[in-house]
């Protein structure tokens, strides 16, 4: 009864830990992008861009070893990651694009939308593509 069910727990499994690591990539890139912004006077974009990149390391090795059970040595994985995650950065730049110059939101409230428009696509992109395992 069990067997049918190991796939979908699996997935919920990694869905759970693709959330936490990127809670902690999340809280890397937005606790430095706010700090530019709101202490050194740094431009939303700039900031965003700053913090952004300092969470791609916590999101990579805590994707590669927790979510997905992969090694984190692997050129060819990194790079997919890599493009996975200039993917999430060009989506997380126009959201925070639009929503500050175009709609005229606060930063902070850019980045709650970008919080929650970004990580769904990247997981799929993650999963299916940048982490996937070589068929047998």
């Known amino acids: 009864m069990s067997r049918p069910l190991a796939p979908l727990l699996q997935l919920v499994r990694q869905g759970a830990v693709f959330g936490a690591v990127g ?3 999340t809280l890397t890139h937005v606790l430095i992008a706010l700090a530019l912004e709101g202490l050194a006077g740094v431009e939303a974009l ?4 700053i913090g952004y990149t300092c969470g ?8 590669a070893r ?6 984190s040595r692997n050129a060819a994985q990194f790079a997919r ?4 995650t200039f993917f999430g950065l060009g989506l997380n730049q126009l959201i925070v694009w639009v929503c500050v110059h175009r709609i005229g939101w606060p930063f902070w409230a850019a980045l709650v939308a970008v919080v929650l428009l970004v990580p769904g696509p990247t997981f799929v992109l993650a999963k299916l593509w940048a982490f996937r395992r070589p068929s047998a």
């Open 81 to 84: 990651f890599l493009a996975v």
């Open 66 to 71: 927790l979510t997905f059970g992969a090694p």
């Open 56 to 63: 791609i390391g916590v999101s990579y090795l805590g994707h």
């Open 46 to 49: 700039l900031a965003n861009l």
């Open 23 to 25: 809670l902690a990539a």
